[in-house]
Every structure is written in C-alpha cells, then in structure tokens.
C-alpha cells in the first residue's frame, strides 16, 4: 500500500444524481484499490446516501443490495403517493433505516455532512448532527418526486437544489485535498445549454448513435445527418453550435431563421415521469457548472453517464465500472495532488 502525505486531509465529496449514484460504489473501490482512503466525506442526494454507508463501514452490503436490484423491485420500492411527492420514499429508506439501526452522525466511523436546502428560503443546509437516517432522507428528497422533510421548524428538500456536488462542505471539515465525484456533466447527451430554442431543442433522428465516451458538448451525428448535401441542394442553415438542423426542424427557407414548426407526426409528447427527469438533470448540469467554477475541487472524477436515466437504480452493474474507470483515469492527478510517488 502507498503511503500519502500524513498532513494532508482528504475529503470525498459525492455528488447528486439519483440512480447514477451507484457509480460512487466503484469510485470508492478504485480509490480504495490504490490505497486512498478520505478523512471526511460529504454528499448531496444519492451521494448522502452511499456517503453515509460508506462511512458506516456497509459498502460490500450495498453494492450487494443494489447488484440484486430488478426493475420490478425499483418499482415495488417507490411507494407511489398523492401528497407532496410522487414517490413517499418510505420503502426505500426502511431498507437503509434497519442497516443504520439508529445511528447518529456522530457514531459513524468517519466524519460526515449530508447537504440539504431549505424549501422556503432555498439555503443550503449542511447537517453533521443528529440521525443518520433523517440526514439522507432529507438530502434525496427530490422536489415533485418525493416529499419534503420537517426538520428542526422548516420543510427539507433535495440538496441538489443548492449544492449537487458540496465541495464547500469538505472544506469547511478542513479537508486539504478535496477528491469530488460529479455525475452530472455529460448526462445531456452534449446538449447545447445557450438557453435558446434551436440551441436546447434537439429530436435525435431514427437510428442515431450516442456514445457515452463522446466528447462533451459534441454529440455523436447519425448518419442521416452527417451525409453532405448534394450540389443540387440548398445548403442547410446550421444550429449556433455549428450542428445541422434535425430534418424536422430545419427552417423552411435558408432566409428564415424560424423554427416554430410542428413536431412531426411520430413524435410523442415526452410523459409527466420524463418530462421532471430532464427537467432536474438540466437543472443539476447548470447547477453544478456554477458551484464548481467557484468551488473547484482539487480532483474532479466525471464517470460518463450520459446513457443512464434517473430511475435506472437496476443498473448497477454499468454505473459501478463507470465510476471505477473514472477514477482509475484520474489517479495520476490523485497522487500528484497527495504527493503519492
């Protein structure tokens, strides 16, 4: 095993994404494997949760728990409800409750902070006291899907909304070397986020192709797409991200510049579930870009996970090796930083 600086402190932050998170199972390992071993961990969502097992000592428990999950579990777990959420959770956290057996924060056997906001004034809250079951539920409760929590006089929601990867919350635990997972950065398919409608609007054609290992910002093109234009056609107007026009919304004349148009007739009108699933990854990708800008972490891990969906928690076993493979690319970096020879 490698020795580390001993006056360095490590702090493991663990960012947001609902099932994505899993990925911080094998992030954990490779760090694990290469003899890192963080002083503090923080979390916000799903990486509260998988943080605070990790500091519990269960990790070979839930990557058990989770390499068993079937898609009708997931199901069976999402108690469907009316109030304040989609999704009760209760089901989900029971799971978690039993294998905490009513720890507080303060019994785990490393430091940590799970990060929550505030509903009604939007503050990031950092809790590092009292339950440990209270904490999580209260850092995955994702607005519109499950319910809010009342904690210490105010409601608590998805700390997702405030800080999707707390680095803050590492240094304020006097983390010296900060190692961040993100899961967010490239799960828009390299969706241009300009914020206009032909920059953020994009229907991928029959038949395209994405790889989760494409550069970000640059999506695959389909082959109907990439094919050059004869000499006896118009050449098409291109996006602002210098990309072609799907077929369907391509301006009607190279004059015009409107695209209002109509979808086409085999285009469906994206369901309640996945219109809130892209609506929270857009608003975690933005986010996150502007928290770490300000915030940066001293190693960055970014596993692509591009292809995974928000309730794909019965895909662990992708997620895991994505995670493991990230930090295994960046462990050059990890030991420059830690002065690891």
């Known amino acids: 095993m490698m020795n580390r600086r001993r006056n360095r402190r490590i702090g493991l932050v663990l960012g947001g994404g609902a099932a994505r998170g899993w990925a911080h199972i094998g992030a954990i390992r490779a760090l694990e494997e290469a003899g890192i071993k963080p002083d503090v961990v923080c979390g916000t969502s799903i990486g509260a949760l998988v943080g605070a097992v990790y500091a519990n000592g269960d990790l070979d428990w839930l990557e058990e728990w989770v390499g068993h999950l079937t898609w009708q579990t997931v199901v069976r777990l999402l108690d469907v409800r009316l109030s304040g959420g989609l999704l009760g959770g209760r089901k989900v956290i029971d799971v978690f409750a039993n294998q905490f057996n009513g720890r507080g924060i303060n019994e785990l056997q490393l430091p940590f902070t ?5 509903l009604d004034t939007g503050r990031e809250i950092w809790l590092s006291e009292g339950g440990v079951v209270d904490a999580v539920r209260a850092s995955i409760a994702i607005p519109g899907l499950f319910t809010p ?23 304020a635990m006097r983390a010296d070397c900060v190692i961040a997972v993100d899961l967010n950065h490239d799960i828009l398919n390299g969706r241009d986020l300009g914020g206009t409608i032909d920059t953020v609007l994009r229907e991928a054609p029959e ?7 494409s550069a970000p910002g640059e999506p695959p093109e389909s082959a109907e797409s990439a094919a050059s234009s004869t000499p006896d056609e118009p050449q098409p107007l291109l996006r602002r991200n210098g990309k072609r026009f799907p077929r369907w919304l391509q301006p009607a004349g190279q004059a015009s510049t409107d695209v209002r148009v109509a979808p086409p007739p085999s285009a469906r ?5 996945s ?31 591009g292809g995974m969906g928000i309730f794909d928690f019965h895909r662990a076993e992708p997620a895991i090796a994505e995670g493991r493979a990230a930090v295994q690319y960046m462990l050059p970096a990890i030991r420059a930083q830690l002065g690891i020879e």
């Not at 502007?290 to 970014?302: H, K, T, Y």
């Open 275 to 305: 219109s809130i699933a892209q609506s929270i990854d857009i608003m975690q990708v933005r986010i996150t870009r502007s928290r770490l800008a300000g915030e940066p972490a001293d190693v960055l891990i970014q596993p692509r996970l």
């Open 269 to 273: 009108v994206p369901s309640m579930l």
């Open 114 to 118: 799970a990060v929550a906001t505030e």
């Open 207 to 213: 038949g395209a192709a994405f790889s989760s290992r």
């Open 149 to 171: 929590i009342w904690h210490d006089g105010v409601w608590l929601v998805d700390g997702g909304l405030s800080n999707p990867v707390p680095v803050s919350a590492a240094r």
